[in-house]
């Protein structure tokens, strides 16, 4: 596969903060780039003000990165498609996109983190699902959007079953400050990145009831135990769930002031009910849909997963944080 040229055309869908800072990224790598966003209205402030205020406060868009609300006109003629879509939308973004995608020429690289409810599919088989066969990657790892945009070193991993694909994406993404490892472990790349957000919640639920280091150092090792065994189950290797993809994501998510999974955490161990504390959100923590895909997966494979059931029963069954941890914390004694 030829290497992308620094005139190739890349689109990015999704205008959050994820979707907006590789659109900058790659900007400033020398690609012609379109970022696409679903709300017109929105749309037009971006282009006016050039700062995603909503999603990336204080990051300036470059004026020579094309931002538009036309779905046909940002996928035209376009090398690389980069899906940025919540998870949970994903679907109907996708049959929207469908009739302006080449896809047999084009690139599809998903960097969303999170399960589809409905189906319990991964991104990367939601997106076969609807376009077929195509040539499919995913971007996944630590990756707190606000750091890598102010040029912190960053690194993350490009998942494809498809070497040549894997190389070629890593060469568009990698920079000085922004490290792509290879990996042919999609299932295990996607799953780290997905799950690991569930455990953040978690953890934002000790911090809210004013535990310390000792309660989230026992729910980050534990609660990799539990994404690793739900992982080989599906088909992934033990080992990704060690790398970047995996430990690495996890410990990020769950420490970052940033995670929007941790703050949903903390707030409902604060008293907050979950619908108040989505309510006063502005962008998606996608542990709170992820938990329902997980615990649903985990009865399904019969894999067994009791943080994750913890924290999908004080979401989803109005259980009380405190109750929770009890429950967890006098479980039947087990060798590790």
């Known amino acids: 596969m030829e290497i992308l040229k620094k005139q190739g055309r890349i689109a990015v869908l999704g205008d959050g903060g994820w979707g907006t800072t590789l659109a900058i990224h790659l900007h400033h790598k020398g690609y012609g780039v379109t970022l696409w966003g679903a ?3 929105y749309i037009t402030y971006l282009k006016k003000n050039r700062i995603n205020t909503k999603f990336l406060p204080g990051i300036k868009i470059p004026r020579g990165l094309n931002i538009t609300s036309d779905i046909e006109g940002a996928l035209s003629d376009k090398d690389v498609v980069i899906l940025a879509i919540p998870s949970q939308y994903m679907r109907s973004i996708l049959r929207r996109a469908k009739p302006y995608i080449d896809r047999h020429n084009s690139i599809l690289v998903s960097v969303t983190k999170g399960i589809e409810n409905k189906t319990q599919m991964r991104m990367s088989e939601v997106i076969s699902d609807e376009l077929g066969r195509v040539k499919l990657g995913v971007l996944s790892g630590p990756t707190i959007a606000h750091e890598l945009a102010k040029g912190m070193p960053t690194a993350a991993v490009i998942a494809s079953s498809l070497d040549e694909v894997r190389h070629y994406l890593q060469n568009i993404f990698i920079s000085d400050r922004f490290r792509i490892y290879g990996n042919d472990d999609v299932i295990g790349v996607e799953l780290g990145g997905s799950l690991k957000n569930i455990i953040a919640i978690a953890c934002g639920i000790s911090d809210g009831l004013g535990f310390g280091t000792n309660t989230k150092a026992a729910l980050l090792s534990r609660g990799l135990v539990e994404i690793s065994r739900l992982g080989v189950a599906l088909g992934a290797k033990a080992n990704t769930f060690s790398g970047i993809s995996g430990l690495g994501d996890l410990v990020t998510t769950c420490i970052s002031p940033y995670s929007r999974n941790r703050y949903v955490g903390e707030q409902i161990g604060k008293g907050k009910k979950l619908k108040q504390v989505i309510a006063h959100m ?13 615990y649903e997966l985990s009865i399904r494979h019969k894999v067994d997963m009791p943080i994750i059931k913890e924290v999908h029963s004080v979401l989803y069954k109005n259980k009380n944080p405190l109750q929770a941890v009890e429950d967890l914390m006098t479980r039947e004694k087990k060798a590790e």
């Open 282 to 294: 502005q962008m998606i923590a996608e542990g709170v849909p992820t938990a329902k895909s997980a």
């Open 39 to 41: 709300f017109d209205s």
